[in-house]
DNA sequence: ATTTAGCACTCCGTTAACACGAGTGCCAGC
DNA sequence: GCTGGCACTCGTGTTAACGGAGTGCTAAAT
């Protein structure tokens, strides 16, 4: 059933070990109490005495995937134990076919992408009673489609952009000179008639690119548009953000229990910059990716595991989502659950798939 | 210095009771601990002995004014102790100068709207640390600037409006019949011409009077145009909500260290409409309003107090703003403070003070 | 050579007993 | 009406004892 792993350490760690390792880690993730070699002897099929038990526990604590919180306590998994469980050991079960339906309906009716994420969110958390969490997508990948100008105060421009995935944009510049209303409509209309259907990155480049070799080639009104959608898709203006949910979930762990720890990853959330550069690493890999404990390199995520996967609008990854619990989780339920939701949101998102009332 | 309260019990409840009720909650609010004869007796600065204090607190305590937490404890004000407290004995302290020029200096160079409410809100928490919240600004009392719709697929139509506050809304709507892009731009430029200017809830009323009375009036365009307004500027679109911040200042108090009064409490936060109508409650009253623990009738809300103030845009009430935190809050000091903050803020979003750069 | 049984040991968690300090309520005297 | 004194109550912190759970080690059994 379970075969034996190929590292330097072959002697000692045999397809027993890892037998007994699986069921350690089944067990403590089970009930949460440091599991001793009584116990493990009867829930293990091979039949072995405690005491032969307890040799193979000092074997596994030797090579830091078991630990015993003190003397006369039993062992709990480490990170590596975690890890090597995960990575090697874990039978992933199928779906529950009620969890899947409550995807399907809750994401295939939602009305705009915002809603979807949201939705997303909401049922991570909702069915696996942890926290969920969804970024936006990436800007880079949606097509513009309509642009929009409207003068504030003075030189100051409201600009109003559409992507093809219904979402609104909106953000302030500030101009050189005055405009009057029909000059920006102007612009707007010739920005439309030439970069609408172009993905957001492309118009960007193609902006650098007219304003630096072809400006004699312009008009004074196509120039002054030009340099007002420089502005507008300016690089930084792309907020990264995130929709996360059953934050609160996590109060009822006990390994979350303490307070300066809660209080660490609730300012974690808040503050967004440092999950946000976690979550953009997980977008790299594609398929599902795993942070247990302290691999995350976050502080703040120390007693916690991140379980992600990237999702993606026609092939083309654009975001990520997952779920954040304590590193005691049910790996073999969550690491489905969330692959499984990410392709949904990802069909859901397809601006091809929506499908008029 | 302490007036009497004229009352039922006068005889009981006399000046010196009274002070000696102030000097209390005013200890209990420094450290925390229950207060005993002896403390009072050395704080207050009218002389008695323990002995004679004991009485007084016998008397406070028959009069539901404290509460002792066990027998041989001090004693630790009731709701309607500090009820009585913030309403008759409270010496205000003026802001502090260095915590109004933060304020004046973080509102003051906010981009739009949505800017200066974030950062009201996290000065809110940031100086008090405890937290702060900020209702966004109703919809009813600002103006329509302009209006565009956009065909999505088929029936969906995109609607984006903008307000004189600069805020930039949008939903979709669903339409009768299939409209062509330059349908859209009449509808939305006569629109503009007819409406621009005027505030949503006139525009509202304007809209379905027009539906009810004038159809015969109207061409075609026109009607399809009010429809359409009709339906974008439905009642249930005005999403409340409001802006937290520094929920995780509230976990260092030791009173709301309780694992489930805390969930509790994170948990309205995030659904959000129980704070929401309380925040509607206090719009009503002008000035700062004062909730005490039980007070809200909120039981996630039991163990808090709430400081809030309403604040205007051109003597119109908008919003809310307030500050969360344990009934044990340094009052004197917070309220002015949310008072202030108020003032500033509807100060920062009178769209007559914004000055262009 | 591996597995097992037995045994001494360690450590946690609970309970009880105890002293201490803080504060109260009440009474008698000023 | 105020005050000092006294007995009493209650929470806190310390200590000791004890049972339970689990280990490590050693010696015997397979």
Same mark, same amino acid.
């Given at each position: ?56 526990? %000092? ?127 102007? %612009? %707007? ?42 502005? %507008? ?35 974690? #959330? ?20 795993? #942070? ?66």
């Amino acid at each position: 059933m379970v075969a034996e792993v190929g590292v330097s350490n072959s002697q000692v760690l045999n397809g027993r070990s890892l037998q007994l390792l699986k069921t350690l880690v089944e067990r403590y993730i089970n009930d949460g109490q440091p599991v001793g070699s009584r116990a493990l002897s009867k829930d293990s099929d091979l039949n072995l005495s405690p005491a032969t038990i307890r040799n193979v526990m %000092a074997d596994l604590e030797d090579l830091g995937l078991v630990h015993s919180p003190h003397t006369s306590a039993g062992r709990v998994p480490t990170v590596s134990g975690y890890r090597l469980f995960v990575d090697s050991l874990l039978t992933v079960k199928p779906l529950e076919s009620k969890d899947l339906t409550r995807l399907h309906q809750g994401l295939s009716l939602s009305e705009d992408a915002g809603d979807a994420i949201g939705v997303a969110s909401r049922l991570l958390s909702e069915l696996t009673q942890m926290a969920g969490v969804v970024t936006l997508p990436k800007r880079e990948q949606v097509c513009l489609r309509h642009i929009e100008f409207l003068s504030l105060s003075h030189t100051r421009v409201l600009v109003i952009f559409v992507t093809d995935e219904q979402e609104v944009h909106n953000k302030i510049i500030h101009t050189s000179k005055l405009f009057s209303p029909a000059e920006l409509q102007q %612009a %707007a209309n010739y920005l439309n008639s030439i970069y609408s259907g172009r993905s957001l990155d492309a118009v960007r480049k193609a902006v650098v690119k007219e304003l630096q070799e072809a400006q004699e080639r312009m008009n004074q009104g196509m120039l002054d548009a030009v340099t007002m959608a420089q502005l %507008a898709f300016d690089q930084n203006n792309q907020k990264d953000d995130y929709v996360l949910t059953g934050e609160t979930n996590l109060m009822g762990f006990s390994e979350l229990s303490d307070m300066d720890r809660l209080k660490n990853l609730f300012e974690a #959330f808040s503050q967004k910059q440092g999950v946000i550069h976690l979550l953009d690493q997980c977008m790299k890999a594609d398929g599902v990716q795993i #942070f247990i404990g302290e691999e995350s390199g976050y502080r703040a995520f120390d007693h916690c595991s991140l379980v992600t996967s990237s999702y993606s609008v026609s092939n083309e990854v654009v975001g990520v989502l997952g779920v954040i619990g304590p590193t005691r989780m049910a790996y073999e339920k969550i690491i489905p659950f969330v692959d499984v939701t990410a392709k949904l949101l990802g069909a859901a998102l397809n601006p091809k798939s929506t499908t008029p009332l």
